[in-house]
């Protein structure tokens, strides 16, 4: 499921890219905007944005989403022209006029409305249909037992051509960070498309500010080109072409040789980068945090004093300067240090790399016996990070038996989670897919979240309620208080340690003067040629 590589994912966009190894033409060095961007991508495996897991690069530049928030934490509107309520519970959504898809037919509330309904229905099996789990109606279309009974969410409702309003389950005061770029199980899809997906799907129809020329293929280049009749901000590019790849290290050597001009790396790439790249490093922060979790049913780490003083035992710094280059963030919070009102610090003591402290918390609460595994997915660009802290946990705490494990596989690695198998902490992350810590929280930290399984199935009502009271703020800043008061009852209870804040790494030809970034990702629409 999505979600779950989200969670497990390495700091890195460029670890989840399992990226079909084909090369791009060579690029010149003195073209300009009109010449595509050769972009380097993860094989894409769906153009419907409800149901898509690897296509965002190429999804996010054909379609525009509701609002954006910008570099400075604000936020504004993009196809929406508004996004209004006054209980946080029922918001009017006013589209901009004269929006329009890439055959030119206008975007309307009906188009949105329709698309959500299809991607929430249960039966339609969508992978992003939970990005409207908090639209009344929901639980309906997708009952946990039995079929369901509706196949229209009860919440939506057209007011006209260009208005149409959202009863949530509850008030929601973040809902317009909901509605940006990475929930792209909020695109609209043109009237018709629905009628006939696969149809659709081979030459996709999208809003946003690039359309692609000639359909697409999962292992050929994929041209894009600016929108002629984009009503938004005009593209700074003319054109971009999509490269998929299945091996990132032909991808760098290619973008070394000039012929690809972005490539998302590992952050245990970043040193190497910097010497073969120079300036052409670009570190964007972004919405994810990286977590080691913990069989919380396990009688081995059901005191919270194992859990603390193994996190004071990982000396966060020396491991982001030796395995990431310093390009990662050590985490002082449950959220990226780029959320809107992270509370940085709120970890306190227990984020801090203290190993006499660390080793006495553990003796005061009986030691820890029996062999002890450092879970993590082989081939992931992940082992260099697991070494490290095994031999830490060794060194700092007497653990003679910590061992770094891989799992063959994804799939192996999150079967042995699921199954309660795993002997020691585990690899687990969370990427947002909307910059706000309610995502996070939820997800994670809450027991029907998508990630919980990353903390080990935590559970506790009263931060439930916390989160729920946050949402539901009178305004902005009061949520961003609530989230921190979330995050600090949480922290009582330390189920799972914060390792670092994400910022996802990307490498480009002479061509690119400038990367911009919509949460981690790249902006392509807003990409700079150099002169």
């Given at each position: 499921m999505h979600s779950k590589a989200r969670l497990v994912a390495a700091a890195s966009a460029a670890v989840a890219l399992t990226l079909t190894g084909c090369s791009a033409g060579s690029a010149d060095d003195s073209a300009d905007a009109a010449e595509p961007i050769q972009y380097a991508v993860e094989e894409p495996d769906s153009m419907v944005p409800g149901n898509q897991f690897g296509s965002y690069a190429i999804l996010e530049t054909i379609f525009s989403p509701l609002t954006e928030i910008s570099e400075d934490g604000e936020i504004g509107y993009v196809a929406a022209d508004s996004v209004e309520s006054d209980d946080a519970k029922t918001w009017t959504i006013t589209l901009r006029d004269g929006w329009t898809f890439h055959d030119g037919t206008p975007v309307t509330a009906q188009d949105y409305v329709d698309t959500w309904n299809y991607a929430a229905y249960g039966p339609n099996a969508w992978v992003n249909g939970a990005q409207l789990a908090n639209v009344v109606g929901y639980a309906e279309m997708n009952p946990t037992e039995g079929e369901a009974t509706v196949t229209e969410l009860a919440g939506l409702t057209v007011v006209d051509d260009l208005t149409f309003t959202v009863e949530l389950v509850a008030p929601d005061r973040q809902y317009p960070l909901q509605l940006t770029i990475g929930q792209t199980g909020l695109y609209p899809l043109p009237d018709g498309a629905?009628?006939?997906?696969?149809?659709?799907?081979?030459?996709?129809?999208?809003?946003?500010?690039?359309?692609?020329?000639?359909?697409?293929?999962?292992?050929?280049?994929?041209?894009?080109?600016?929108?002629?009749d984009f009503a938004g901000d005009e593209p700074t590019i003319d054109a971009v072409t999509f490269v998929p790849y299945l091996d990132t290290a032909t991808a760098y050597t290619d973008a070394l040789a000039g012929e690809i001009d972005i490539v998302a790396i590992a952050g245990s790439q970043a040193e190497q980068a910097r010497g073969d790249f120079g300036d052409h490093v670009h570190e964007l922060d972004a919405p994810g945090v990286d977590f080691l979790g913990f069989d919380l049913g396990d009688p081995r780490f059901a005191d919270v004093r194992v859990r603390q003083a193994i996190s004071m035992a990982i000396d966060r710094d020396a491991i982001n300067d030796a395995v990431f280059g310093g390009s990662q963030v050590p985490a002082t919070s449950l959220t990226a240090p780029s959320m809107p009102g992270d509370p940085a610090g709120i970890c306190g003591e227990f984020c801090e790399f203290d190993p006499a402290a660390a080793k006495a918390l553990l003796d005061e609460a009986g030691g820890l016996n029996g062999e002890l595994q450092v879970h993590f997915i082989a081939n992931w660009g992940q082992e260099d990070l697991f070494e490290a802290i095994a031999n830490q946990l060794r060194q700092n705490l007497g653990i003679e038996s910590a061992v770094a494990?891989?799992?063959?596989?994804?799939?192996?690695?999150?079967?042995?989670?699921?199954?309660?198998?795993?002997?020691?902490?585990?690899?687990?992350?969370?990427?947002?897919?909307?910059?706000?810590?309610?995502?996070?929280?939820?997800?994670?930290?809450?027991?029907?979240?998508?990630?919980?399984?990353?903390?080990?199935?935590?559970?506790?009502?009263?931060?439930?309620?916390?989160?729920?009271?946050?949402?539901?703020?009178?305004?902005?800043?009061?949520?961003?208080?609530?989230?921190?008061?979330?995050?600090?009852?949480?922290?009582?209870?330390?189920?799972?340690?914060?390792?670092?804040?994400?910022?996802?790494?990307?490498?480009?030809?002479?061509?690119?003067?400038?990367?911009?970034?919509?949460?981690?990702?790249?902006?392509?629409?807003?990409?700079?040629?150099?002169?």
């Open positions: 629905l009628e006939d997906l696969e149809a659709w799907e081979a030459s996709p129809i999208g809003n946003g500010p690039f359309q692609l020329v000639d359909g697409w293929s999962a292992t050929d280049p994929i041209d894009a080109v600016a929108y002629e494990s891989p799992s063959a596989d994804f799939a192996a690695f999150t079967d042995m989670i699921a199954q309660g198998a795993a002997n020691g902490p585990f690899r687990a992350r969370w990427g947002a897919l909307y910059p706000s810590q309610q995502n996070t929280l939820t997800a994670v930290f809450t027991p029907t979240g998508e990630g919980n399984f990353g903390a080990g199935g935590y559970n506790n009502p009263e931060v439930v309620e916390l989160l729920q009271a946050a949402n539901a703020a009178p305004d902005l800043e009061g949520s961003l208080d609530g989230y921190a008061a979330v995050q600090e009852l949480i922290l009582q209870d330390f189920p799972t340690v914060p390792l670092f804040g994400n910022r996802y790494l990307y490498v480009t030809s002479d061509r690119i003067a400038e990367l911009h970034t919509n949460s981690g990702a790249v902006d392509v629409a807003e990409i700079v040629v150099a002169d």
